[in-house]
């Protein structure tokens, strides 16, 4: 209780505002429609207030009925940043209203009554603040509120039973009451809300997660595939040294052997890494992996698919072939990003080597036709930054002025930056 609140005292003297929950952002519609309202209902609560006060304490009691009217309309105004003195400045309120409403006018124009509706009209300003204000408490704060406007309601109530019976007292307390049951409602939705939402966030970082992993798993893979091809070669290659190099000393054949040991228990380790990796109902991949000698095939597929592309490739012949695939991969990506989310547009592709590595640019136009809904989950942009930080590089994606879409990528070529 000490950290939440919820006592009478804490609701009176000892909270604060930022006791309670931050204000819930329930209006979506234009914030000149919103101001239009408030307006409208302030002024719709300064004519009632007003003309009810000034009938019932005449008018010769203009300065009490403006001090009266103050404490009326400021609690609604404050409940939004201030719940907690909204509160109050209604306690305030209520209290002045039930002493103003023991000293009626003498000759009042319209009779000594406050009003003739069964809810007065001194309590209705109260009642939006009461519920906004429970609908932003924590677990155990809601008890002192509650308690302090049942306790104003009833004694609002009671001091009319000589002037208008037992109905005023009824009315303020199931009006009341009913109000109290909105506000933990509301509270209850805040909850669930705001649970529902937290729940999601940890559904979409898993889901980032998890796919984040798988695309390690593929690039994995398919450097398994490159790796291994080397390595095999160079088990090959030392294993035959000696038949195909004449006059090779014992010591270098030796030598050879063992380099071949090592090479196969390399490319061993890697398989059973990539093993690791593997999903367990994965099927091996033995298909030699693309790179970038195999770009002008993908540029062609895409053009056959009804894509424009304008294409601009020079060098890249000599890269390793871990840069190529990872190239092969990225420009994959990006002419699959542009056709599903900017179908009509015209794709621009640049892929050059250069001295500080190997730039790959596809740029594309707004879309000149809607995109049809896609089934892709927007991860393959991680999947080329995952890329990009295992081979190192800088990689900028987003969105153009235009309505088209970018992305530069530069991979580092082995060497670059050395001392």
């Not at 398994?224 to 390595?231: A, K, V």
Request: hydrophobic share 45%.
């Amino acid at each position: 209780m000490a950290s939440n609140g919820g006592s009478l005292g804490w609701a009176l003297l000892t909270g604060r505002d930022a006791d309670l929950e931050p204000p819930s952002a329930w209006w979506r519609g234009p914030v000149w429609v919103k101001a239009s309202l408030t307006a409208a209902a302030l002024a719709v609560l300064v004519g009632l207030t007003y003309g009810t006060w000034a009938r019932y304490l005449g008018g010769g009691s203009v300065p009490l009925i403006f001090f009266l009217l103050l404490l009326q309309l400021a609690p609604p105004l404050l409940a939004v940043r201030f719940p907690l003195t909204a509160v109050r400045v209604a306690a305030a309120g209520m209290v002045s209203a039930i002493i103003a409403i023991l000293f009626p006018a003498d000759f009042a124009p319209f009779g000594p009554t406050l009003s003739d509706w069964p809810l007065q009209i001194h309590v209705l300003p109260y009642l939006p603040v009461l519920a906004m204000t429970l609908a932003r408490t924590k677990a155990g704060q809601g008890w002192g509120i509650s308690s302090l406007a049942i306790v104003l309601a009833a004694a609002g109530g009671i001091v009319q039973i000589p002037r208008a019976g037992t109905k005023s007292l009824v009315w303020a307390l199931l009006v009341v009451t009913a109000t109290i049951v909105a506000g933990y409602g509301m509270q209850q939705r805040r909850r669930a809300l705001e649970q529902a939402d937290a729940a999601e966030r940890t559904t979409v970082e898993e889901r980032a997660k998890r796919t984040s992993l798988q695309e390690r798993a593929l690039i994995a893979r398919e450097l398994h595939d490159i790796i291994g091809h080397h390595l095999s070669l160079i088990a090959l290659r030392t294993d035959s040294a000696r038949y195909r190099v004449p006059d090779v000393s014992e010591a270098a054949q030796e030598e050879f052997r063992a380099l071949g040991v090592a090479a196969r228990e390399a490319l061993d380790e890697a398989r059973r890494l990539v093993g690791v990796l593997r999903e367990t109902d994965a099927e091996p991949e033995h298909e030699p992996q693309p790179g970038l000698a195999e770009v002008p095939s993908l540029i062609d597929g895409c053009r056959a698919s009804g894509i424009e592309i304008r294409a601009e490739i020079s060098g890249g012949d000599d890269v390793p072939a871990m840069i190529g695939l990872a190239a092969y991969r990225i420009l994959q990506e990006a002419l699959s990003n542009a056709a599903r989310h900017s179908p009509g547009s015209t794709v621009d592709v640049e892929v050059r080597q250069e001295p500080d590595g190997l730039t790959i640019l596809v740029e594309n136009g707004p879309p000149t036709r809607p995109a049809a809904p896609s089934a892709g989950d927007g991860t393959g942009l991680a999947g080329i930054a995952e890329r990009v930080t295992l081979i190192g590089g800088s990689c900028e994606t987003g969105p153009r002025a235009d309505g088209g879409f970018r992305v530069a990528v530069t991979l580092e070529l082995p060497g670059v930056g050395d001392a």
